[in-house]
């Protein structure tokens, strides 16, 4: 059964940080790209970030941008997001996500056809 386990949420203050982790089941997803999405209460589900089978190919989106990080460890089939510099605008359900084999809008939640349960962050003020 293929499965997405997120990690790693909780409460922080503003400027702190956390980092998420997201274990896959499958190995087959070591050949996908892998994502995080966000959602705040009232807001669409957001892409956040994005890593391809190649490590070396990364996206953020643009308000994440030199304060997050996301990485992938093919020896363990996990993902992980590092968030430094957090503001209470960052405060949503985290989600992973795959996309595969084929990934034409990589920012776009209908592409992704694995989730994970989605972990809260919360930054106060």
């Known amino acids: 059964q293929v499965q997405l386990v997120e990690s790693g949420g909780g409460l922080v203050q503003a400027g702190g940080s956390l980092r998420l982790s997201c274990a896959a089941s499958e190995r087959a997803f070591s050949r996908y790209l892998m994502g995080w999405f966000r959602q705040a209460p009232g807001k669409e589900r957001e892409f956040v970030a994005a890593i391809g089978w190649s490590a070396g190919t990364t996206s953020y989106t643009d308000s994440v941008k030199e304060r997050f990080t996301i990485s992938r460890d093919y020896t363990k089939n996990t993902v992980s997001l590092q968030m430094n510099s957090l503001k209470p605008e960052d405060t949503a359900v985290y989600y992973c996500?795959?996309?595969?084999?084929?990934?034409?809008?990589?920012?776009?939640?209908?592409?992704?056809?694995?989730w994970g349960q989605g972990t809260q962050v919360t930054v106060s003020s």
């Open positions: 996500a795959a996309c595969g084999p084929v990934c034409r809008a990589p920012t776009r939640p209908y592409e992704y056809g694995y």
